[in-house]
């Protein structure tokens, strides 16, 4: 009912600066909250930011936050996150998901769809 794809991901150095898009296509993508996870080789995947089906609520990761901001615009099917001051440790594979609730967003389990992934490395 849901599909997304990522895009926006490449090579940058510390302290630069990245825009992801997931682009959605499919029925009702208003009414789905969004969240990004990502996943560096070895590791399990995390979560990163989320925003409400509303938009008036974000979450975020203590490794990213006051860095990375979550958005989304319905309008377009799209849900952005502006990477800035970016690290080393920030590079891996970057995910979008859709969960069509608004609760348990820090949980990947509560997401019903996702994206292929983008890479991002990010060199010291």
């Known amino acids: 009912q849901v599909q997304l794809v990522e895009s926006g991901g490449g090579l940058v150095q510390a302290g630069g600066s990245l825009r992801l898009s997931c682009a959605a296509s499919?029925?009702?993508?208003?009414?789905?909250?969004m969240g990004w996870f990502r996943q560096a080789p070895g590791k399990e995947r995390e979560f990163v930011a989320a925003?409400?089906?509303?938009?008036?609520?974000?979450y975020y990761a203590h490794s990213v936050k006051g860095r990375f901001t979550i958005s989304r615009d319905n309008a377009k099917n799209t849900v952005y996150l502006q990477m800035n001051s970016l690290k080393p440790e920030d590079t891996a594979v970057y995910y979008c998901?859709?969960?069509?609730?608004?609760?348990?967003?820090?949980?990947?389990?509560?997401?019903?769809?996702w994206g292929q992934g983008t890479q991002v490395t990010v060199s010291s």
């Open positions: 998901a859709a969960d069509n609730s608004d609760y348990g967003l820090m949980s990947a389990l509560q997401y019903d769809y």
């Open positions: 925003i409400s089906w509303s938009g008036g609520r974000t």
């Open positions: 499919g029925r009702t993508f208003s009414s789905y909250a």
